[in-house]
C-alpha cells in the first residue's frame, strides 16, 4: 500500500477506536440516516476495507484489526444506528405511491426488510468470522439490538440473535418473497443490495458447512 491508502486505514482503526455514541468526523447530513452516509454504511465499508488490509497485507498482525472489527460491529448494533427503521417500516409514498395509510411498523431491525442493514450487518459478521474464527458471534445473545428511547414506549425493548439466527431470519425473508429479492424500505427492493446478504451467506456457509447461499443465488438468479 502507498501511504495515502496507509493514512485512510490508519482514520478507519482511529474511527473505530472513538468512544461508543462518539461519531465525530463521521457527521451524517441527514439525522434520520436515510441518506447514502447513514452510519450503516460507513461501518460495513469500513469493515469491508480493513477485512481486505487484514486478508492481503497484514495477516500476522492480528490484534489490532481484530479489535477493530469487534468495535465496528458493536457500533453497527448501537440504536443510534437502526433505530430509525421504527419509523421508515411504516412505509411511506415514496416507495409506494398508491399507499392509502401508513402501516404500525415495528422496531427489529432485521426480522424483516431493512436488507440496507440487515446485509451489511451479516456481511460483517461473515468476514469477522472468515478472519478470526472464534466462533465469538455463534454465542446466543452475541447480537443484541437494545431499543430504549426515554421518553416513548412501553419500556425497553431488546432483540437477541446470533450469526445463525441471522442468517436464518434473512434466509427466510428471501424465501417469503420469493428469492425476488429482500425490501430495503417497504415496496423496494434494490438488486444492488441483496448482493451483500448473499456474500454474508457465503461466509456463513464456509464457517458452517451450510448451502444458505447456492439456495439463495439459484432462486435470485431464476427472479430476474
Partial sequence: MDQIQLSHVEHMLALSEQLPGDWAT??????????????????????????????????AYRERYQKAFISLIDKMLRQDVWAYWENTSRGGRAMDPDLPSLTDGWVDPVCRQNIMYSGHLLMMIGLYEMLYRDGRYDQPGSINFRFRP???????????????????????????????????????????????????????????????????????????
Avoid at 447530513?29 to 469500513?46: I, K, S, V
Wanted: a negative charge.
Fill in 26 to 59: 463521521m457527521g451524517s447530513f441527514d439525522p434520520y440516516q436515510e441518506g447514502d452516509d447513514a452510519y450503516r454504511y460507513q461501518l460495513a465499508y469500513m469493515a469491508y476495507t480493513l477485512a481486505l488490509v487484514q486478508h492481503h497485507y497484514v495477516p
Fill in 150 to 224: 426515554i421518553f416513548r414506549g412501553m419500556g425497553p425493548e431488546e432483540f437477541a440473535y446470533n450469526h445463525t439466527s441471522l442468517a436464518n431470519a434473512i434466509y427466510n425473508e428471501f424465501k417469503r418473497q420469493n428469492f425476488l429479492g429482500c425490501e430495503c424500505e417497504p415496496n423496494g427492493i434494490f438488486v444492488y443490495c441483496n448482493q451483500f446478504p448473499i456474500l454474508g451467506f457465503m461466509h456463513y456457509d464456509a464457517t458452517h458447512g451450510t448451502d444458505l447461499s447456492m439456495s439463495v443465488i439459484e432462486g435470485f438468479s431464476k427472479a430476474w
